[in-house]
């Protein structure tokens, strides 16, 4: 699944192609995918509409339109988006094309639909649990040792399930919490309340650190995921535990182990992190 670093680049790419563009037409594919609202209702009230700014949330994508409301994505598992010349073939699982005012469309497909669509005013996208509640943003300045102290000490979980959960922290998944668990020196099985406060704070460093390098890199391509252009991501090139279970540490050598903790394959290296 794309995790922070992925959709922001996707935001930031989306940012360029239509902020100040209008939605002329919308077709629509399979309904699993838009949640919120009917169908008919999207199609009544899309059209039309100005796109004034486009922001992250988590591993939400907000497009911020002049009504009000907001058109939200969610790239789920296989996800992607696309703004693109009419002309070009479109991949068979395509759930939405919006065609531009400059003529271009913007297209959303995703083959497994675990993705999602929004739209409407972001209070009631959140009154209606479509939008979920959201911790911290972790590069946002509020993303202080005092926040990820009081995620951290409030629970008897492993590091691994805190982290994954997104209303203490938005946007880690997987990836990024074994490289910044690795970056810290921590094992992410570890239990949050038995860690010192010097084993936080590497946390609270490693984290906007490894999510700050994945984005210069335009992410991670470990399986589906593709940049607005159908582009990959480089940095899965300079993942440091991440998939490398039983390989060589690449800071000391020794054979990073790997297990099943909260539910996701973790590596870690016996050496490194303690």
Same mark, same amino acid.
Request: hydrophobic share 40%.
């Given at each position: 699944?794309?995790?922070?670093?992925? *959709?922001?680049?996707?935001?930031?790419?989306?940012?360029?192609?239509?902020?100040?563009?209008?939605?002329?037409? *919308?077709?629509?594919?399979?309904?699993?995918?838009?949640?919120?609202?009917?169908?008919?209702?999207?199609?009544?009230?899309?059209?039309?509409?100005?796109?004034?700014?486009?922001?992250?949330?988590?591993?939400?994508?907000?497009?911020?339109?002049?009504?009000?409301?907001?058109?939200?994505?969610?790239?789920?598992?296989?996800?992607?988006?696309?703004?693109?010349?009419?002309?070009?073939?479109?991949? %068979?699982?395509?759930?939405?094309?919006?065609?531009?005012?400059?003529?271009?469309?913007?297209?959303?497909?995703?083959?497994?639909?675990?993705?999602?669509?929004?739209?409407?005013?972001?209070? *009631?996208?959140?009154?209606?649990?479509?939008?979920?509640?959201?911790?911290?943003?972790?590069?946002?300045?509020?993303?202080?040792?005092?926040?990820?102290?009081?995620?951290?000490?409030?629970?008897?979980?492993?590091?691994?399930?805190?982290?994954?959960?997104?209303?203490?922290?938005?946007?880690?998944?997987?990836?990024?919490?074994?490289?910044?668990?690795?970056?810290?020196?921590?094992?992410?099985?570890?239990?949050?309340?038995?860690?010192?406060?010097?084993?936080?704070?590497?946390?609270?460093?490693?984290?906007?650190?490894?999510?700050?390098?994945?984005?210069?890199?335009?992410?991670?391509?470990?399986?589906?995921?593709?940049?607005?252009?159908?582009? %990959?991501?480089?940095?899965?090139?300079?993942?440091?535990?991440?998939?490398?279970?039983?390989?060589?540490?690449?800071?000391?050598?020794?054979?990073?182990?790997?297990?099943?903790?909260?539910?996701?394959?973790?590596?870690?290296?016996?050496?490194?992190?303690?």
């Amino acid at each position: 699944m794309p995790e922070l670093p992925e *959709v922001e680049t996707v935001a930031r790419d989306l940012r360029a192609a239509l902020v100040g563009r209008q939605v002329m037409a *919308v077709q629509l594919g399979h309904p699993k995918v838009l949640r919120f609202p009917v169908p008919d209702v999207f199609r009544a009230v899309f059209p039309g509409q100005h796109v004034d700014a486009v922001t992250r949330r988590g591993k939400f994508i907000l497009c911020e339109l002049r009504s009000g409301e907001d058109l939200v994505f969610h790239l789920g598992m296989t996800g992607h988006l696309r703004v693109c010349d009419p002309d070009v073939p479109a991949p %068979k699982h395509t759930h939405l094309r919006a065609t531009l005012d400059d003529g271009r469309e913007l297209r959303y497909d995703d083959a497994r639909r675990f993705g999602r669509i929004l739209l409407g005013p972001r209070a *009631v996208l959140e009154d209606s649990r479509v939008l979920p509640v959201l911790g911290v943003e972790p590069l946002s300045d509020e993303f202080t040792a005092t926040r990820l102290d009081a995620v951290l000490r409030s629970t008897t979980r492993t590091v691994k399930a805190a982290l994954l959960d997104q209303r203490g922290v938005a946007g880690l998944g997987n990836i990024y919490i074994d490289e910044a668990c690795h970056l810290a020196g921590v094992r992410p099985q570890h239990r949050c309340h038995t860690l010192t406060r010097v084993q936080r704070a590497a946390l609270h460093d490693a984290i906007p650190a490894v999510l700050l390098s994945a984005i210069r890199n335009r992410g991670s391509s470990i399986d589906d995921y593709r940049d607005l252009w159908n582009a %990959k991501g480089t940095n899965q090139e300079r993942l440091q535990v991440y998939g490398r279970g039983g390989r060589p540490c690449l800071r000391c050598g020794a054979i990073l182990r790997h297990a099943t903790v909260a539910g996701r394959t973790t590596v870690w290296c016996p050496t490194c992190q303690k």
